[in-house]
């Protein structure tokens, strides 16, 4: 910083004596604001029925279960993983959206999950002005970093970890910019909590570790409590469950040989395409701000941690680009400040205006969601009339139904009285090698038994929106099968 940027710095701090903390958030951080506030009135304005996700339902069913049987111990509520152990590692989770739904119904569950993430942009908005990032780069970055990966918005157990994995991450940047304190061992209950919520805490319990070897390396032990103390507890808080015995194996089947991960897409690599093209331009950017010398100054070596390992994380799978979104906004806009020479321009009174607008604008917003927005326009992607189709024709207790990934869980959470007598749904975990192999014979018409997985179902479900070939004449060509419903998006077929 040169003298007059000291002088100038001085000076707007002097003006600030006798001034509320409130007042001086607002004046100094116009457009950060404006960039949470716009994002959470775009979701709630346009895309809030787009939130709800097959994972959605599998989040409100199983903490429904959770309250009602208990922590679940084995799986009961599907025909094909009957009697496998069920870890409920997110039990948490599940019970906190569920919640959110008795309370309030769907529109409850929509806006907890856009509430989440809204905490989360502005927790890591907050980690880059903590950093010393100017509002005019944390905004430029974080225009980039929330839309990098919208999917990683959706209402599902995930959603409720993104704040715990900002707050996890300020904390210790904060320990790396001035060394590692007691206040730094904050994040141990964060990742005991966490722990109960999402997988994504193994994650975090990384980054503790790594920040502690770090601070290790630059005292050259000097200091050795807190980063020991780090080191040491931070992999055990992963533990910090009623699963706790079984979550080594938990983790080591999610992490490191999932058989699913051919089948579900957000699994997969991230391949360059028109839905991954603002990650790699995002990606694009940290590798060019670290190239450069001036910016590599303003980077320090936990930070570059941080960005290599969620980097690797977005790439090597889809569902992993969130997490390197919400790390870039945290970490990126000081080195881009390296970059850019013109400081933020002070306009108290205007940029206090620009703050109070936005945040009058998400309030409303919320507002108008919350009391104007029926159940139905929530729901416009899942049609009762699929469900009251499905009821009718199971109603017989001893009747199956075989539905899809998508439609499973939607299912069950409607029709309770399922339970057991689906065939499969989202929780590709509990089902064996040959069991999932059955199932992408299935989805892809491979083979000529390929429809054997659906023998003895008086019930079949058909997505018609999903990619791949069509089974409804196959199905149609059977003698006794016919149409209970049918609209764009799936098909009810009935057998006899």
């Keep these: 910083m040169s003298a007059a940027d000291r002088v100038a710095s001085g000076t707007r701090r ?5 001034r509320g903390r409130l007042s001086t ?3 100094d951080n116009p457009f950060p604001i404006v960039l949470v506030c716009a994002t959470g009135v775009v979701l709630l304005a346009a895309f809030a029925p787009a939130l709800l996700v097959g994972d959605s339902w599998l989040t409100l069913m199983a903490g429904r279960e959770v309250v009602r049987e208990g922590l679940p111990d084995t799986e009961t509520l599907t025909v094909l993983g009957q009697g496998a152990t069920w870890t409920d590692q997110q039990w948490a989770a599940q019970v906190v959206f569920y919640a959110a739904d008795r309370v309030g119904g769907v529109a409850a569950v929509v806006l907890l999950d856009i509430a989440l993430v809204l905490l989360a942009l502005a927790l890591a908005v907050a980690a880059a002005r903590a950093g010393g990032a100017t509002a005019r780069s944390t905004f430029l970055v974080g225009l980039l970093a929330a839309v990098a990966g919208p999917w990683g918005w959706t209402v599902r157990a995930q959603t409720t970890a993104l704040p715990f994995f900002v707050g996890t991450l300020w904390l ?8 590692a304190r007691r206040r730094t061992l904050l994040v141990l209950p964060l990742l005991a909590v966490w722990a109960n919520l999402h997988g994504s805490v193994v994650m975090g ?18 200091r050795l409590a807190v980063p020991v103390a780090l080191a040491v507890a931070a992999p055990l808080c992963v533990l910090a469950s009623p699963y ?3 979550l080594p194996a938990y983790y080591h089947l999610m992490l490191v040989d999932a058989p699913f991960a051919d089948i579900l897409r957000e699994w997969q690599w991230s391949r360059p395409a028109a839905t991954t093209a603002l990650f790699y331009a995002l990606a694009a950017l940290v590798v060019a701000l670290v190239a450069l010398r001036r910016s590599r100054s303003r980077l320090r070596a936990f930070e570059l941690i941080v960005l290599a390992v969620t980097l690797i994380s977005a790439v090597q799978a889809i569902r992993g680009v969130i997490w390197f979104s919400l790390a870039c906004l945290a970490v990126l806009p000081v080195a881009l400040d390296g970059v850019l020479r013109r400081r933020d321009v002070h306009a108290p009174r205007l940029n206090r205006a620009i703050s109070v607008a936005a945040l009058a604008s998400l ?11 029926p159940a139905s326009w929530f729901l416009s992607s899942w049609p009762e009339e699929e469900v009251a189709a499905v009821a009718r024709a199971a ?7 075989f539905g899809t990934d998508r439609h499973s869980d939607w299912l069950l959470w409607r029709i309770p009285a399922l339970r057991g007598r689906i065939a499969f749904d989202v929780r590709f975990e509990l089902y064996d090698r040959e069991t999932l192999e059955e199932i992408v014979r299935y989805n892809g018409e491979l083979g000529s038994d390929w429809k054997t997985i659906a023998d003895g179902y008086e019930v079949i479900v058909l997505d018609l929106e999903k990619g791949g070939p069509s089974h409804l ?24």
């Design 14 to 18: 002097d003006d600030r004596v006798g």
């Design 25 to 27: 958030l607002l004046e």
């Design 172 to 179: 210790l940047l904060d320990a790396s910019r001035h060394g």
């Design 205 to 222: 319990a990384g980054l503790a570790v790594a920040l502690a070897l770090v601070e290790l390396v630059r005292t050259r032990g000097r």
């Design 244 to 246: 706790a015995a079984r």
């Design 363 to 373: 309030a409303a917003a919320f507002l108008a969601t919350a009391v104007a927005r």
């Design 395 to 401: 109603a017989d207790p001893s009747s199956r139904v």
């Design 473 to 496: 004449d196959d199905f149609l060509d059977e003698p006794g099968t016919t149409i209970a419903f049918r609209d764009e998006r799936v098909v009810v077929l009935t057998r006899r």
